[in-house]
C-alpha cells in the first residue's frame, strides 16, 4: 500500500502562484505514474495534469495548460504541481494520484490509479 501526503496548498489572491508537493511514504516514486487531479463544490474531480511512469511523457487540462507545470524530482522522492497565474477558478481539492501502471500514455482518468492522496485546499480569491 502507498501512502501519499500531499502539503502546499493554501489561499493566494488572483495571479499568483502555489507550488503543491506530493510523497509516498515507504515507497520510490520514480517507478510511478503520477497524475493531479481537483475537485471544486459541487463538481466531478478532474485531471489536472500528469505524468508516466517514466517521466517521458506529461499532459495538462486545457484549463490549466501554460500556467501549470507538473515535475518530479527522484532525489527528494517527490511530485510536484507548480501552479502559476492562478485564477478563482482553479479553487478547489487538489489530490495527488500515483500507480505503479508502466504505460507509455499519461492517465487521465481517476480510475486508472491506486494510490490517492489526503487533498489540499487551493483557494484563489480574485
Known amino acids: 500500500q502507498v501512502q501519499l501526503v500531499e502539503s502546499g496548498g493554501g489561499l493566494v489572491q488572483a495571479g499568483g502562484s502555489l507550488r503543491l508537493s506530493c510523497a509516498p511514504s515507504?515507497?520510490?516514486?520514480?517507478?510511478?505514474?503520477v497524475g493531479w487531479f481537483r475537485q471544486a463544490p459541487g463538481k466531478e474531480r478532474e485531471f489536472v495534469a500528469g505524468f508516466t511512469w517514466s517521466g517521458g511523457s506529461t499532459a495538462y487540462a486545457d484549463s490549466v495548460k501554460g500556467r501549470f507545470t507538473i515535475s518530479r524530482d527522484n532525489a527528494k522522492n517527490t511530485a510536484y504541481l507548480q501552479m502559476n497565474s492562478l485564477i478563482p477558478e482553479d479553487t478547489a481539492v487538489y489530490y495527488c494520484a500515483a500507480t505503479s501502471r508502466q504505460l507509455s500514455r499519461v492517465l487521465i482518468g481517476a480510475n486508472e490509479y491506486a494510490y490517492w492522496g489526503q487533498g489540499t485546499q487551493v483557494t484563489v480569491s480574485p
Open positions: 515507504g515507497r520510490t516514486f520514480s517507478r510511478y505514474a
